[in-house]
């Protein structure tokens, strides 16, 4: 079933747009699959410089595409060890591309451990579990479930890769809770001399500091041990608040709440609040809302304001005056994971968690005094510190605020308006997110930068694991 934690649903948006008597006008049953789905213009023949043909790569949203010359899928670890040792050209790995910077693309050889796949050791004791590195996060709930144990937090999606989720920090929400990052307790890892390495905070602590959080840099991530905890049910309450209310109320809820988040309707007098507690079983529901995909609601939103643009307010306030309180309840697995069939870019910054509420409201009197031409809400979310050393929350509580447009509308001037305002609180950016920043201005962000680019180096002295936005990124010739 397809559920979701943004409720301003296609329910209450049709009722909106009957009111506007636009609805029919427009054709609007909500954008179709074809759309959300279509191939984009870059997955039409490529070739590579001997003009043999190549098959090109593009990230989930497709605005990251390539043409590697090879494609290599080790089934072992030594077939991968050998791999890296006889390699001539760079290695990028691949996960699940669901990165929107430049992270993976590569022209030369795009590596994928898709073999490495699924979880063992389960020890019920320590609350820990080994799970291979291409294994989707989505693939574990279940298992873990059935042995009595459940990640402590999750993204708001669950079709990303443990290796690439911990290769950029990835995180849900929840000022008690780190990212996935922040859970890991041992990695194994092949580097660029093809040597297999196993760190830990005992064993190679060093690379284990700089393996967390790696952005694919130094080797090949085989499996991670994950630190896991007793199995729990979710509750999630949604409502739609005044966005003065609601903004008066983010710290309150943030600390009252065991997962709190915000999406903030650009153009509007509301704000979306969500709240994830524990519950015990005789509390679950007997039905769950099937809200349907709220950012399809957006699109076709979207649509109608495009013809309407200076009704943008008055038509986005209409619908979110009518969203009505909703409340789903499950295992924690089947509630935090969110179906997004509409593609988007995104751009995120994690900034001190107590300027969120001002770096918030600043973003939106922006949106609004520029008249910029978004209406996709934005979100906005808590992550505990770590020491992890290229962590976006490196020593310091995060608030993460993420900005997005959908795919086929242009995101560059929305978010060259705003990146600057995530610079005035201190932000760091999301590692698989766009931003524009490179490695001076990375290096300033980052106390332990330069020590992991150290590590990084003795990992990976031939600079195999790189690209273009990698040297940007990080500073590498
Ligand atoms: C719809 C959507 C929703 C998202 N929601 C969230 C969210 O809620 N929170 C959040 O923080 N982020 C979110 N993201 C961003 C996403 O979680 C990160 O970009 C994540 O890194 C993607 O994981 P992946 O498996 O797709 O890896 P990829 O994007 O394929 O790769 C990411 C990085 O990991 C490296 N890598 C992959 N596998 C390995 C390996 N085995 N060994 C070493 N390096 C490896 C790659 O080289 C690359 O540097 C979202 C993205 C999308 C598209």
């Given at each position: 079933m397809k559920v979701n934690r943004l409720n301003l649903n296609r329910r209450t948006m049709l009722k909106t747009m009957t009111a506007f008597g636009v609805a029919s006008t427009f054709g609007l049953t909500a954008c179709s699959k074809e759309e959300s789905t279509a191939p984009t213009q870059a997955l039409k023949g490529a070739y590579d410089k001997d003009g043999n043909e190549v098959t090109p790569w593009t990230n989930w949203s497709g605005n990251q595409t390539s043409t590697p010359n090879e494609r290599l899928v080790p089934k072992s670890t030594d077939e991968l060890s050998s791999m890296i040792k006889n390699t001539n050209q760079r290695i990028r790995l691949v996960g699940a591309g669901h990165s929107f910077s430049g992270l993976v693309p590569t022209n030369e050889t795009l590596m994928s451990l898709a073999y490495f796949y699924g979880i063992s050791n389960i020890d019920k004791e320590k609350k820990q579990f080994d799970v291979a590195s291409n294994t989707f996060l989505a693939g574990v709930g279940e298992e873990l479930w059935q042995n009595g144990l459940s990640l402590e937090n999750m993204p708001d999606i669950n079709t990303q890769t443990f290796g690439g989720s911990i290769a950029t920090s990835t995180h849900g929400?929840?000022?008690?809770?780190?990212?996935?990052?922040?859970?890991?307790k041992n990695i194994v890892l092949v580097n660029g001399l093809g040597e297999e390495i196993n760190c830990n905070v005992d064993e190679n602590a060093e690379v284990f500091n700089a393996a967390r959080t790696n952005l694919g840099t130094l080797g090949a991530v085989t499996t991670l041990k994950i630190?896991?905890?007793d199995k729990y049910y979710l509750k999630e309450t949604s409502w739609m608040m005044d966005l003065e209310e609601g903004l008066a109320k983010t710290e309150q809820l943030r600390d009252e709440h065991r997962h709190f988040e915000?999406?903030?309707?650009?153009?509007?007098?509301?704000?979306l609040g969500i709240t994830l507690d524990k519950i015990e079983r005789k509390e679950l529901l007997s039905s769950t809302p099937n809200t349907g995909d709220a950012y399809e609601t957006f699109k076709t939103m979207s649509k109608v304001i495009d013809t309407l643009p200076y009704l943008r307010s008055f038509i986005i306030n209409t619908g979110a005056s009518t969203v009505e309180k909703e409340e789903r309840t499950g295992r924690n697995?089947?509630?935090?994971?969110?179906?997004?069939?509409?593609?988007?870019?995104?751009?995120?910054?994690?900034?001190?968690?107590e300027y969120g509420v001002a770096c918030l409201r600043e973003i939106l009197s922006t949106i609004k005094k520029l008249d910029i031409d978004v209406i996709f809400p934005m979100e906005y979310r808590y992550i505990k510190a770590d020491d992890i050393w290229l962590s976006p929350f490196y020593q310091r509580d995060s608030c993460a605020i993420s900005c997005h447009n959908f795919h086929d509308k242009d995101y560059k001037k929305y978010f060259a308006a705003i990146e600057p305002i995530f610079w005035k609180y201190d932000g760091r950016p999301h590692w698989g997110k766009i931003?524009?920043?490179?490695?001076?201005?990375?290096?300033?962000?980052?106390?332990?930068f330069d020590q992991f680019l150290k590590v990084r180096k003795a990992m990976d002295p031939k600079n195999i694991f790189t690209n273009e936005h990698i040297n940007k990124v990080l500073g590498l010739s």
């Open positions: 929400t929840g000022i008690n809770y780190g990212s996935m990052s922040s859970t890991v630190q896991a905890q915000l999406y903030a309707l650009p153009h509007a007098d509301y704000i697995y089947e509630v935090f994971g969110n179906v997004r069939d509409i593609r988007f870019n995104e751009m995120e910054y994690s900034i001190p968690a931003h524009t920043l490179a490695a001076k201005e990375q290096r300033a962000r980052y106390p332990m």
